[in-house]
């Protein structure tokens, strides 16, 4: 499939000049069918496809834990992402102090906050990089956790998650990661990560609305006594209904607790027909090219750029320096550019359905404005 190919199947990106996949990424014409048909065969047949339906649900499952190097067993589908940092604070209860990183997405560390965990932060650079040296300085003899993102959100800052693994598996530390900002972007592989919790909505990068995403769970997490909610569906054998005795599955399908949400299931699942269609490789490649070119422009018009300028820790997103982000941001809107206002620049996110000609429409109109 060639770009042009790719970007006729979100009809959304040629009516706007859409920047903004970081807040929000466009359903693709393929993920919209797949939640509809769901829609439609109920309204259509009633629940008679729920076996089907069930059916694909682990389909869908299977190819995730293909797509992240693990195995079906590992993964529980969520609602977004914040349940699936919860499930791993709650699941680290006890086990030490947990190690993050200031001004990191709110969901990656207020689930440790509110379960009384003893949390210490470190700063990141300007730019968002996470320095080893600076982790290895914060990491005393009680921490046990780091919980990172994969992809800052503000800076765009992509860590380098096997070199963090590494220092995890080093130190002994759980490695918590929340990957909302990468996942479809660019390869994920759990194992050579030495990922223990690793949660995701995939509402952005993997373009399948809003209400659906998973967590994976290690295998030495995979513990049924500590899991912190369950349901029917948590059973070893669910169909068995035994409602008067506790048999939990040790499989993280247990902490979906009850039914999953098709419609958003059968939208990633679209999703991930598309990436692998496409190759993730090539997905990320693009984004860096289209970043790099983006940053050209930005030079070009001298305009400051904020995120890093090392690729091999860019991202989807770049941010570009403004005097006031919030009222040039509401100004590019008017003009059908669609970006957004984070800390002291505006957040330009350009994914593979973006093209050269959005970013020159963003650039000369971020130029029109004087900012
Ligand atoms: C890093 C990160 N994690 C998570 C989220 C969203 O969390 P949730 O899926 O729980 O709504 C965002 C949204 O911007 C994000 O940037």
Known sequence: MDWPEARALFPS????????????????????????????QSLADGDIHWDAWLERVEAVRG???????????????????????????????GRGRVLAVADEFPSCTLPFLQLGHDVDFVTAAADGALDIDQLEAAASETTA????????????????????????????????IDATQGFGAFPIDVAANHADFLSFSAYKWATSGYS?????????????????????????????LTSDSLDVTPDARALEQGHPPFAG??????????????????IAARIVELTRYLH??????????????????????????????????????AEGVIVSTRGAGIRVSVHYYNNRADIDQFVAALAATGA
């Open 13 to 40: 990106v040629d009516k706007i000049v859409y920047l903004n996949t970081a807040g929000g990424g466009p359903l693709s014409e393929r993920s919209a069918a797949a939640g509809r048909a769901y829609y439609e």
């Open 63 to 93: 190819e995730l834990a293909r797509f992240l190097n693990a195995r079906p067993a590992n993964i529980a589908f969520t609602a977004n992402a914040s349940t699936g940092l919860n499930v791993a604070a709650h699941m680290l209860r």
């Open 145 to 176: 956790v780091l919980a990172v993102s994969f992809v800052q959100y503000k800076s765009g800052f992509r860590n380098d998650l096997e070199c963090l693994g590494a220092f995890c598996r080093q130190r002994g530390l759980t490695f918590v």
């Open 212 to 240: 659906i995403g998973a967590v994976y769970v290690s295998d030495r997490f995979l513990v049924p006594a500590s899991y912190p909610l369950v349901g029917w569906r948590s059973a070893r054998e669910p169909y068995d």
């Open 265 to 282: 299931v059968f939208a990633l699942g679209a999703s991930l027909d598309l990436v692998a269609e496409i190759g993730i490789d090539r």
């Open 296 to 333: 050209q422009r930005l030079d070009a018009a001298g305009i400051g750029v904020l995120s890093t300028r090392d690729e091999s820790h860019q991202s989807g997103i770049t941010v570009a320096a403004a005097e006031d982000p919030g009222d040039v941001v509401r100004r590019l809107r």
